[in-house]
């Protein structure tokens, strides 16, 4: 189903969904980052 509904998007649509999906990676990362540093100070 997925794969349908992103064949119909246009290329600025799928360049939109990159950028999100970067984006959110990048603060999955971010928070994690913080996680461990946290860890590390209370080590």
Known sequence: M????????????????I????????GLVSKKAKKLKTRQNSQ
Request: proline share 0%; hydrophobic share 30%; charged share 15%.
């Open 19 to 26: 950028t999100t999906l970067i984006e959110s990676a990048q």
């Open 2 to 17: 997925k794969n349908i509904n992103l064949g119909r998007i246009t290329k600025q649509g799928n360049s939109t969904i």
